[in-house]
């Protein structure tokens, strides 16, 4: 599929409005995930990146659910920074699970996809591996939104300049 990163923005766009415009999804703005990059900048850029790659490499999937898993793939509402607001210490290994929870709770519609996106993303720390290509889109994108985040200062700004969801 050869989308252009207009066509690809737009149906971004038009997939996460729904997610974002949950209550509670915009909670994850009030928590850093790495270095000075909230959450919710995190799973935007995600959610984002993994559209225009599958879009870029023409795989077919579900682009309605891996926007949507990607967006809730650390949904987890808290801090992990702070070792007394998180459930406990092990949060790169437990942070899936605690996402799922909530992504189950605020969107009782979630699909079993969607849970795999949410639940694998962190595999190999999580031991089972993504079972669809969306979830394992996701879990390498993710890998690589991080590794950016750690090393560059504010890597998303330039889009939120320009008025973007990521």
């Not at 928590?31 to 870029?56: K, M, N």
């Amino acid at each position: 599929m050869n989308s252009t990163p207009d066509k690809i923005r737009r149906r971004y766009e038009e997939l996460a409005a729904p997610t974002l415009a949950a209550p509670r999804v915009r909670l994850m703005a009030g928590y850093v995930q790495h270095g000075q990059t909230s959450t919710l900048e995190h799973v935007a850029a995600v959610a984002y990146l993994s559209l225009a790659l599958v879009r870029r490499l023409g795989l077919r999937c579900d682009e309605s659910a891996l926007v949507r898993g990607a967006l809730l793939h650390d949904y987890y509402l808290y801090d992990w920074h702070d070792h007394d607001a998180a459930p406990d210490a092990w949060h790169g290994f437990t942070h899936p699970r605690h996402a799922l929870r909530n992504a189950e709770r605020d969107f009782p519609d979630l699909t079993d996809l969607e849970r795999d996106i949410i639940s694998h993303h962190m595999f190999p720390l999580v031991p089972s591996p993504p079972r669809h290509v969306e979830a394992l889109v996701v879990s390498l994108v993710d890998k690589a939104c991080s590794t950016v985040e750690v090393f560059a200062r504010q890597p998303w700004a330039r889009r939120r300049e320009g008025g973007a969801a990521c």
